[in-house]
């Protein structure tokens, strides 16, 4: 009876907790906890759950837009142009045709660079200044020079004419209109041997 006494409040607390006993009661409460139960700091299921969060949300937001790319920088091209215009080009061979005929020991030379035949103790005088045509005789020495005007770059214009005066090079203007006849008149009064004695 003693026994029965002891256990009757036990049996009692037992019935109004369903039948489980202490021992079991932790096991299932373990077992019927959801998922979520296991996300404990720094555990296996909280990393686990945290991965499958973000693959899900990178799903439904679908592909990873491109970036736009920085265009690649311009390549240095250098292309070929025209060494002279078409009339230039023109009154380049007319003059060659008469020193042929007049004087065929001299050259004519398009677009020279003045550093090319003319030397300066002055460093960097002669740069960027180019002779639009120039004659010379048979051992390449300078005769005459022949200059188109350009209103454009007045300032290299300046430097070109005074690089050629101080060189003590004959210089003749090509203007926009010219005659023929008196251009090769002012040349030939350069010209070495029979072409400038005909002349006179």
Same mark, same amino acid.
């Given at each position: 009876?003693?026994?029965?006494?002891?256990?009757?409040?036990?049996?009692?607390?037992?019935?109004?907790?369903?039948?489980?006993?202490?021992?079991?009661?932790?096991?299932?409460?373990?077992?019927? @906890?959801? *998922?979520?139960? #296991?996300?404990?700091?720094?555990?296996? /299921?909280?990393?686990?759950?945290? +991965?499958?969060?973000? !693959? %899900?949300?990178?799903?439904?937001?679908?592909?990873?837009?491109?970036?736009?790319?920085?265009?690649?920088?311009?390549?240095?091209?250098?292309?070929?142009?025209?060494?002279?215009?078409?009339?230039?080009?023109?009154?380049?061979?007319?003059?060659?045709?008469?020193?042929?005929?007049?004087?065929?020991?001299?050259?004519?030379?398009?677009?020279? @660079?003045? *550093?090319?035949? #003319?030397?300066?103790?002055?460093?960097? /005088?002669?740069?960027?200044?180019? +002779?639009?045509?120039? !004659? %010379?005789?048979?051992?390449?020495?300078?005769?005459?020079?022949?200059?188109?005007?350009?209103?454009?770059?007045?300032?290299?214009?300046?430097?070109?004419?005074?690089?050629?005066?101080?060189?003590?090079?004959?210089?003749?203007?090509?203007?926009?209109?010219?005659?023929?006849?008196?251009?090769?008149?002012?040349?030939?009064?350069?010209?070495?041997?029979?072409?400038?004695?005909?002349?006179?």
């Amino acid at each position: 009876m003693k026994t029965a006494t002891r256990l009757a409040p036990r049996l009692m607390r037992m019935a109004s907790r369903g039948g489980q006993t202490p021992a079991t009661e932790p096991a299932k409460a373990v077992a019927s @906890a959801p *998922e979520e139960s #296991l996300r404990g700091s720094g555990s296996w /299921a909280n990393e686990w759950a945290g +991965a499958r969060a973000a !693959i %899900a949300r990178a799903a439904a937001a679908g592909p990873i837009p491109k970036r736009n790319a920085a265009p690649p920088p311009p390549e240095n091209i250098i292309r070929p142009r025209p060494l002279m215009s078409a009339r230039e080009i023109k009154l380049h061979n007319w003059i060659a045709d008469k020193l042929e005929v007049s004087c065929p020991d001299c050259s004519l030379h398009a677009g020279v @660079a003045l *550093e090319s035949f #003319l030397v300066s103790e002055q460093p960097d /005088a002669l740069d960027g200044l180019v +002779a639009d045509m120039l !004659i %010379a005789d048979d051992r390449g020495t300078p005769l005459v020079t022949l200059i188109r005007d350009r209103k454009v770059d007045n300032d290299r214009q300046v430097r070109l004419l005074d690089a050629l005066i101080d060189a003590e090079l004959p210089v003749i203007d090509l203007p926009d209109k010219l005659s023929l006849s008196k251009l090769w008149a002012q040349i030939e009064q350069h010209l070495p041997g029979e072409a400038a004695v005909t002349q006179h």
